[in-house]
């Protein structure tokens, strides 16, 4: 059959996949910066308010010395005072960490033990990641000690523990190793010993769950 010159049909066809992809990624990534802005502003008013109140915390810290000073050693008083030392010692590692979010605390390297600095986060870590999410920590006895900036370590574990909970929806094991970083009974490092910070989670499953920093 011929068909007339002034009759037809015209049939067009468009691929939209690229285009429908390239919109749901931009939507995506405006996502993340509208969340990224409003936790920016959360960052800054903790930090604004965790300046303050480690001031206050400062005075209170102060006059407690003050007093624990002017009373006797066997005075039932004095172990009062010493409680609300302790208190408020407390209060001020939690504020470091809120200045820590905030990235408000001036880069002080000192000498510190990692073993320790792993336990006093341990808390934190905990509430952090849920209790879908199990924590173990292995940390290896007789281990060098290392200077670095505490407020920034700080932030690597905490980071790193928040990584690994939105990597494990479900649940898993969140765990945190220490151990001297030696070759072949030798320092990798020639300026002396090292040591090793890994933190391991079950959260992915190519090969990238572990992440380890050498301090």
């Known amino acids: 059959m011929r068909c007339s010159p002034h009759k037809g049909v015209v049939v067009v066809f468009r691929d939209v996949t690229e285009r429908e992809r390239s919109e749901r990624e931009r939507t995506e990534l405006e996502r993340r910066l509208a969340q990224s802005q409003r936790l920016e502003s959360v960052g800054q008013l903790a930090g604004g308010i965790a300046h303050d109140f ?17 009373l006797p050693a066997g005075d039932s008083i004095r172990g009062d005072v010493e ?5 408020a010692e407390r209060a001020a590692a939690l504020t470091r960490q809120l200045l820590v979010f905030s ?15 792993v336990a006093d986060m341990e808390k934190l870590l905990r509430r952090t990641i849920g209790e879908d999410v199990e924590l173990r920590t ?4 007789g281990l060098p000690m290392v ?4 407020s920034q370590l700080d932030q690597v574990l ?5 990584n690994a909970r939105d990597a494990m929806p479900e649940g898993g094991t969140l765990k945190i190793e220490t151990r001297a970083d030696t070759g072949s009974g030798q320092a990798i490092d020639a300026t002396g010993p090292s040591v090793s910070l890994a933190v391991t989670d079950t959260g992915l499953r190519d090969g990238r769950g572990c992440r380890c920093a050498r301090l």
Do not use: G, H, T
């Open 54 to 70: 480690n001031n206050l915390l400062a005075v209170i810290l102060n006059y407690a010395s003050f007093v624990r000073e002017d």
């Open 83 to 87: 409680e609300i030392e302790r208190a």
């Open 103 to 117: 990235r408000r605390e001036r880069i002080e390297p000192e000498v510190l033990d990692v073993n320790a600095v």
């Open 138 to 141: 292995q940390l290896a006895e």
């Open 147 to 150: 200077k670095a900036d505490r």
């Open 158 to 162: 905490l980071n790193l523990a928040v």
